[in-house]
């Protein structure tokens, strides 16, 4: 069974950074393009950013290119969302997920519908 568990949500100002990870367990890491989501409350969750299995694509939504990078490290099973210049808007739940590279179907990084598996969240509280 797949288990996908993130960490390194908490409190922080606006301005600050924080980051993210997830780890995967379960088949060989690197068959899993990898995204994260949040949801804010009262809202739907949303795409946040994405990396292929391999690494060489990543995507991100608008509203934090610039801000935020996905990276990974197969050898460590590990998936990092490094935030910078946070905001209260970025405050929300941020959920891993994975997708199996064998899953038939295009990979749409953006959708959840996408991906197989996904964590429990951790929680990004940004004050002003």
């Known amino acids: 069974q797949v288990q996908v568990v993130e960490s390194g949500g908490g409190l922080v100002q606006a301005g600050d950074s924080l980051r993210l990870s997830c780890s995967v367990a379960g088949r060989t890491y690197s068959s899993y393009h990898m995204g994260w989501f949040r949801q804010a409350p009262g809202k739907e969750r949303e795409f946040v950013a994405a990396?292929?299995?391999?690494?060489?694509?990543?995507y991100f939504a608008d509203s934090v290119k610039g801000r935020f990078t996905i990276s990974r490290e197969n050898l460590r099973r590990a998936l990092y969302l490094q935030m910078n210049s946070l905001n209260p808007e970025d405050t929300a739940v941020y959920y891993c997920?994975?997708?199996?590279?064998?899953?038939?179907?295009?990979?749409?990084?953006?959708?959840?519908?996408?991906?197989?598996?996904w964590g429990q969240g951790t929680q990004v509280t940004v004050s002003s």
């Open positions: 990396i292929t299995w391999n690494g060489d694509s990543t």
């Open positions: 997920a994975a997708r199996d590279i064998i899953k038939s179907g295009s990979y749409l990084p953006n959708l959840q519908r996408s991906y197989d598996y």
